[in-house]
Protein backbone atom coordinates (compact mmCIF):
# COMPACT_ATOMS: atom_id res chain seq x y z
CA UNK A 1 0.00 0.00 0.00
CA UNK A 2 1.47 3.20 -0.63
CA UNK A 3 -0.62 6.75 -0.50
CA UNK A 4 -0.13 10.77 0.26
CA UNK A 5 -2.20 12.79 2.01
CA UNK A 6 -0.66 16.01 -0.15
CA UNK A 7 -4.36 17.28 -1.51
CA UNK A 8 -5.64 17.34 2.19
CA UNK A 9 -2.91 19.01 3.62
CA UNK A 10 -2.44 21.49 0.93
CA UNK A 11 -6.06 22.28 1.67
CA UNK A 12 -5.85 22.68 5.02
CA UNK A 13 -2.76 25.04 4.91
CA UNK A 14 -4.58 27.21 2.47
CA UNK A 15 -7.84 27.43 4.57
CA UNK A 16 -5.30 28.64 7.46
CA UNK A 17 -3.25 31.13 6.20
CA UNK A 18 -6.48 32.89 4.09
CA UNK A 19 -8.70 33.46 7.52
CA UNK A 20 -5.52 34.19 9.55
CA UNK A 21 -5.11 37.27 6.96
CA UNK A 22 -8.79 38.01 6.92
CA UNK A 23 -8.89 38.09 10.79
CA UNK A 24 -5.38 40.06 11.03
CA UNK A 25 -6.42 42.17 7.95
CA UNK A 26 -9.92 43.23 9.94
CA UNK A 27 -8.14 43.40 13.01
CA UNK A 28 -5.70 46.10 12.00
CA UNK A 29 -9.12 48.26 10.01
CA UNK A 30 -10.46 48.08 13.86
CA UNK A 31 -7.59 49.44 15.48
CA UNK A 32 -7.23 52.25 12.67
CA UNK A 33 -10.90 53.24 12.70
CA UNK A 34 -10.31 53.47 16.86
CA UNK A 35 -12.59 49.97 17.52
CA UNK A 36 -9.97 48.91 20.20
CA UNK A 37 -12.12 46.34 21.91
CA UNK A 38 -13.57 44.87 18.68
CA UNK A 39 -9.41 45.00 17.27
CA UNK A 40 -8.47 43.11 20.56
CA UNK A 41 -11.17 40.46 19.87
CA UNK A 42 -10.05 39.53 16.31
CA UNK A 43 -6.45 38.95 18.55
CA UNK A 44 -8.35 36.62 20.62
CA UNK A 45 -9.85 35.08 17.73
CA UNK A 46 -6.96 34.68 16.19
CA UNK A 47 -5.08 33.36 18.81
CA UNK A 48 -7.70 30.45 19.21
CA UNK A 49 -7.51 29.79 15.57
CA UNK A 50 -4.03 29.43 15.73
CA UNK A 51 -4.31 27.00 18.72
CA UNK A 52 -6.65 25.07 17.09
CA UNK A 53 -4.14 24.31 14.06
CA UNK A 54 -1.07 23.65 17.01
CA UNK A 55 -3.31 21.12 18.67
CA UNK A 56 -4.73 19.67 15.50
CA UNK A 57 -0.96 19.29 14.63
CA UNK A 58 -1.97 18.55 10.72
CA UNK A 59 1.22 17.02 8.79
CA UNK A 60 2.07 16.15 5.29
CA UNK A 61 2.60 12.39 5.19
CA UNK A 62 3.49 10.15 2.92
CA UNK A 63 3.08 6.56 3.90
CA UNK A 64 4.49 2.78 2.26
CA UNK A 65 4.60 -0.87 3.09
CA UNK A 66 5.92 -1.72 -0.15
CA UNK A 67 9.49 -3.70 -0.58
CA UNK A 68 9.08 -5.42 2.97
CA UNK A 69 9.35 -2.30 4.53
CA UNK A 70 7.19 0.53 6.38
CA UNK A 71 8.25 3.90 5.77
CA UNK A 72 6.24 6.87 7.00
CA UNK A 73 7.43 10.82 6.12
CA UNK A 74 6.04 13.63 7.03
CA UNK A 75 5.99 17.22 8.14
CA UNK A 76 4.39 19.80 9.57
CA UNK A 77 1.71 21.40 7.08
CA UNK A 78 0.49 24.50 8.46
CA UNK A 79 2.57 26.28 10.84
CA UNK A 80 5.42 29.34 10.38
CA UNK A 81 8.79 28.70 9.14
CA UNK A 82 10.37 26.01 7.45
CA UNK A 83 8.81 22.90 8.17
CA UNK A 84 10.96 20.10 9.96
CA UNK A 85 11.01 16.76 7.66
CA UNK A 86 10.95 13.75 9.37
CA UNK A 87 10.64 9.77 8.45
CA UNK A 88 10.17 6.61 9.94
CA UNK A 89 11.42 3.59 8.17
CA UNK A 90 12.13 0.00 9.27
CA UNK A 91 11.74 -3.52 7.97
CA UNK A 92 8.12 -4.74 8.20
CA UNK A 93 9.24 -7.94 10.60
CA UNK A 94 10.09 -5.40 12.90
CA UNK A 95 6.78 -4.31 13.62
CA UNK A 96 5.46 -5.58 17.00
CA UNK A 97 2.29 -3.36 17.83
CA UNK A 98 0.82 -0.24 16.40
CA UNK A 99 -2.03 2.27 18.11
CA UNK A 100 -3.92 4.20 16.54
CA UNK A 101 -5.10 7.06 19.52
CA UNK A 102 -8.47 8.52 18.44
CA UNK A 103 -9.59 11.88 19.93
CA UNK A 104 -12.08 14.90 19.17
CA UNK A 105 -14.73 12.25 17.96
CA UNK A 106 -12.20 10.65 15.94
CA UNK A 107 -11.38 13.84 14.07
CA UNK A 108 -7.70 13.66 15.34
CA UNK A 109 -5.56 10.31 15.29
CA UNK A 110 -2.62 9.78 16.30
CA UNK A 111 -0.20 7.04 15.20
CA UNK A 112 2.57 5.01 17.18
CA UNK A 113 4.64 2.44 16.34
CA UNK A 114 6.60 -0.56 18.30
CA UNK A 115 9.06 -2.46 16.95
CA UNK A 116 11.67 -5.27 18.25
CA UNK A 117 15.20 -3.83 17.99
CA UNK A 118 18.25 -5.96 18.86
CA UNK A 119 18.43 -4.00 21.88
CA UNK A 120 14.62 -4.57 22.93
CA UNK A 121 11.87 -2.97 22.64
CA UNK A 122 11.51 0.29 20.86
CA UNK A 123 8.53 3.11 20.58
CA UNK A 124 8.85 5.86 17.95
CA UNK A 125 7.34 9.35 18.35
CA UNK A 126 3.51 9.58 17.39
CA UNK A 127 2.56 11.05 14.25
CA UNK A 128 -0.69 12.89 13.66
CA UNK A 129 -2.69 11.52 11.09
CA UNK A 130 -5.42 14.62 11.85
CA UNK A 131 -5.03 15.24 7.88
CA UNK A 132 -5.42 12.06 6.66
CA UNK A 133 -8.98 10.65 5.21
CA UNK A 134 -11.36 8.80 7.71
CA UNK A 135 -10.97 5.94 5.02
CA UNK A 136 -7.17 6.55 4.34
CA UNK A 137 -6.50 5.67 8.21
CA UNK A 138 -9.18 2.91 7.74
CA UNK A 139 -7.13 1.00 5.30
CA UNK A 140 -3.84 1.83 7.10
CA UNK A 141 -5.05 0.33 10.23
CA UNK A 142 -5.85 -2.57 8.31
CA UNK A 143 -2.95 -3.10 6.47
CA UNK A 144 -0.55 -2.17 9.93
CA UNK A 145 -2.73 -4.54 12.19
CA UNK A 146 -1.89 -7.56 9.17
CA UNK A 147 2.09 -7.19 9.04
CA UNK A 148 1.33 -7.28 13.34
CA UNK A 149 -0.50 -10.53 12.97
CA UNK A 150 2.17 -11.95 10.22
Known sequence: ???????????F??????????IALSALA??????N???????????????????????FIEFSTENNKVIL???????FGKG????????????QKVYFENSMFGRMSDLTFIVKTKRGIAEYP?????AVS???RRKMQEVLHEIVHQ
Open 1 to 11: MKFNNKKQATK
Open 13 to 22: KRIFFIVSIL
Open 30 to 35: LFLFDY
Open 37 to 59: FYGLACVGVFSLWFLYFHVADYK
Open 73 to 79: RYYKAVG
Open 84 to 95: EYSSIEFPQEML
Open 126 to 130: SVSLS
Open 134 to 136: LEE
